[in-house]
């Protein structure tokens, strides 16, 4: 048996921690993306509540009070961007996890001297696929947002 030498490891090992620091990277931008997506799900469920609370409070003050349709139409709004959020943090933590991966494979496919090339590139396209999706639903996200404030620019209107 063959022992190798200590230089050649550590040349290996240095050389696989270059390659790693790309998806580190990534790692942290998609943590970034994370904290953003999981801001925006808080305050949608802080004026979910907010609204609900109201919206309580009214009925217990009169029984036969019915939700306008302003409220229904913001209260819908508001699911639908909790339910987008949700979808997106889903996405971008499936891409973090998928990117972590390709980490522990090329580091233990060269220690363990498998083949592993095609895998680790497969799961970083899913990678990416999985973080056009989270950002797609993000912008879809910005959408609803904006055109509910439309809608309510013109309501003050009135």
Partial sequence: MLIPDSNSIVTTISSLIELSVAPVFLLAGV?????????RLTRIIDKLEKLDKELLLKQEQNSDMAEDAFTLKRRHFLVMRMQNTNLAIFFCTATGLMVALVILLMFSSALLEFD???FISMLFIFAMASLIIALLLFLREIYFTTSFIKIKKTR???
Avoid: C, D, R
Wanted: proline fraction near 0%; charged fraction near 15%.
């Fill in 31 to 39: 943590a970034g993306l994370l904290n953003v997506f999981i801001g």
């Fill in 156 to 158: 003050l209107k009135e």
């Fill in 116 to 118: 592993s090339a095609t």
